[in-house]
């Protein structure tokens, strides 16, 4: 058992490269869970400048230098920043609001529908039963009354929180899209001179990490935006506040979309009741899940790594576990570095020195 084991390092650990990825990773993993909450603006800045880099090489394309790009980049991120801190969030705010002032009232309509299933179902369902599932109705909205009174008591930290963003995550986009060159420069001078299995796993995850960011930000946008103007036409209540929660559904691959139907569905049906209206946007909305995962997600994830359903479902459990929302999105870009890792390393061991003597 021994000599397997040693076998088995001997084969996978021997190479200075190795060690030193392992390493790495173990020192990345380490620092995001012992100051994960610390570095939050940080880690918001180094995926907002991903997000930008494409916009700065097609500046850089058509002829401006580097610090012209940035400034003209960093202008535009701004211009979008301060669009949705002014009127997107105000808005939304303002019907997530609305939207919780009227769920004790969505809640009793739905208890009145429950007490007639007894009498249309008696087999199936008892008054017990809808009793029970009426106090636990009751026990939740209770539940999230006292939440929300907590929230709002929290309220001025989260306030002095947002603030913070709101000035570190600017400031250090912006350096991070000047001085790109540098800090990579930077850190690449701490790591070993040969350095074949690195540069492989990096350059593999810097193309699927990067086009996964953006990607991922293009089909927030696009299914949000065309979900709003659906909710819209349809006069469906807190449109914006639905379709925000539809745009980021997408981070959650198969999950998101099953959860998010549900208050729509909701809303629909107290809004108008099993009426033409409302099977019209359940259609509509279906057509948009469809659109999305079978002709926008091809087309903006075509040069990323293809994961089976199991192994994303799987990741998005662990990793949004560990970090919650920033785990739940960067969940497929650390399925795919395991994946790449798993590729690249045994090649890169192949072409390096014999180290059977």
């Known amino acids: 058992m021994l000599k397997v084991v040693r076998r088995w390092i001997d084969r996978y650990f021997s190479d200075e490269e190795a060690l030193t990825l392992m390493l790495i990773l173990i020192a990345l993993l380490l620092v995001i869970l012992a100051?994960?909450?610390?570095?939050?603006?940080?880690?918001?800045?180094v995926v907002?400048?991903?997000?930008?880099?494409?916009?700065?090489?097609?500046?850089?394309?058509?002829?401006m230098g580097h610090l012209s790009a940035t400034i003209a980049v960093f202008l535009l991120f701004m211009t979008v920043m301060l669009t949705l801190i002014l009127i997107i969030l105000p808005a939304t705010w303002n019907q997530a609001v609305q939207f919780i002032s009227e769920i004790p009232r969505m809640a009793s309509?739905?208890?009145?529908?429950?007490?007639?299933?007894p009498e249309k179902y008696p087999e199936l369902v008892s008054v017990d039963q809808v009793k029970q599932w009426t106090k636990q109705i009751t026990d939740e909205l209770?539940?999230?009354?006292?939440?929300?009174?907590?929230f709002s008591l929290s309220g001025i930290a989260g306030l002095m929180g947002l603030l913070i963003y709101c000035v570190l995550v600017p400031i250090l986009v912006f350096f991070l899209l000047k001085d790109s060159t540098q800090i990579v420069n930077w850190m690449t001078a701490f790591l070993p001179s040969k350095r074949n299995l690195l540069t492989n796993v990096w350059a593999e995850m810097d193309v699927q990490i990067a086009n996964y960011i953006r990607?991922?930000?293009?089909?927030?946008?696009?299914?949000?935006?065309?979900?709003?103007?659906a909710f819209a036409i349809f006069g469906l209540n807190y449109a914006a506040l639905l379709a925000i929660a539809v745009g980021f559904s997408v981070l959650i691959p198969y999950i998101g979309a099953a959860v998010v139907t549900v208050p729509i569905a909701l809303v629909g049906y107290f809004q108008w009741g099993w009426n033409e209206?409302?099977?019209?946007?359940?259609?509509?909305?279906?057509?948009?899940?469809?659109?999305?995962?079978?002709?926008?997600?091809?087309?903006?994830?075509?040069?990323?790594?293809?994961l089976h359903p199991v192994a994303i479902i799987v990741a998005v459990l662990i990793f949004g576990g560990l970090w919650g929302f920033w785990g739940v999105f960067f969940a497929i870009p650390l399925a795919t570095l395991f994946k790449a890792i798993l590729r690249a390393w045994p090649v890169a061991l192949s072409n390096g020195p014999d180290v059977s003597n």
Do not use: H
């Open 35 to 45: 100051l994960g909450n610390v570095l939050a603006p940080f880690l918001t800045a």
């Open 48 to 63: 907002v400048a991903y997000l930008l880099q494409g916009a700065m090489n097609y500046c850089k394309r058509r002829g």
């Open 109 to 117: 309509k739905g208890q009145e529908l429950m007490m007639l299933l």
């Open 142 to 150: 209770a539940s999230l009354g006292q939440l929300a009174v907590t």
């Open 215 to 229: 990607g991922k930000a293009v089909e927030i946008v696009i299914v949000g935006g065309v979900s709003y103007i």
């Open 277 to 306: 209206t409302f099977f019209w946007l359940m259609a509509v909305y279906a057509v948009i899940q469809a659109l999305d995962g079978n002709v926008l997600v091809p087309l903006l994830f075509s040069e990323v790594v293809n």
